[in-house]
T-cell receptor, first 118, second 114 residues
């Protein structure tokens, strides 16, 4: 169990458009979901933490109006990159945690979404 | 906050053992994890160790924890070409208010040569 999916896996869009990425926990309820950004050959950079039904907590330096996060249910969180620009091109990874049990904090990662902005 | 450091690259021959090292600053981290990331994919949990343990073995994987030196290592026995990937160590805080918010190292790229 503990499978997390992301959709789409790859997206190419024009500069100025908005792109929505979905993150779903398929077989468990995720009290908390995390959104990361990863540049080539670099580590994961945490962008924001979202809890179902409440506003996301953004990390320092991440523009909340640029990267809109909605955690509408215990199994779905979405990241919308608004007015995307080429510098937003990156690999976006989400993760989800159950928030209960002995390993309540353990994160289960999605397969990632490759965003390319032309 | 927690700082986690790793060596960036490691190259070994198939069949040899690989040792990937990690150092961390926050000694209160209760859980320390190792993840594997293959190209273009998300992170796969490999193993984890609690801070009250010194060693954990899981098939070809052995995790050693030196709490005094704040040093964590992952040993892969009989390394195979399929083990080529980026390996991340991550520390989780004990504070419940930050439950799940972890700090990742920069990742070690393991290359296995046939």
């Amino acid at each position: 169990g503990a499978v997390v999916s992301q959709h789409p896996s790859r997206v190419i869009c024009k500069s100025g458009t908005s792109v929505k990425i979905e993150c779903r926990s398929l077989d468990f309820q995720a009290t908390t979901m995390f959104w990361y950004r990863q540049f080539p050959k670099q580590s994961l950079m945490l962008m924001a933490t979202s809890n179902e039904g409440s506003k996301a907590t953004y990390e320092q330096g991440v523009e909340k109006d640029k990267f809109l996060i909605n955690h509408a249910s215990l199994t779905l969180s979405t990241l919308t990159v608004t007015s995307a620009h080429p510098e937003d091109s990156s690999f976006y990874i989400c993760s989800a945690s159950k928030g209960q049990g002995a390993l309540f904090h353990e994160q289960f990662f999605g397969p990632g979404t490759r965003l390319t902005v032309l | 906050g927690e700082d986690v450091e790793q060596s960036l690259f490691l190259s070994v021959r198939e069949g040899d053992s690989s040792v990937i090292n990690c150092t961390y600053t926050d000694s209160s981290s209760t859980y320390l994890y190792w993840y594997k990331q293959e190209p273009g994919a998300g992170l796969q949990l490999l193993t984890y160790i609690f801070s009250n343990m010194d060693m954990k073995q899981d098939q070809r994987l052995t995790v050693l924890l030196n709490k005094k030196d704040k040093h964590l290592s992952l040993r892969i026995a009989d390394t195979q070409t399929g083990d080529s990937a980026i390996y991340f160590c991550a520390g989780y805080p004990t504070d419940n208010t930050n439950a799940g918010k972890s700090t990742f190292g920069d990742g070690t790229t393991l290359t296995v040569k046939p």
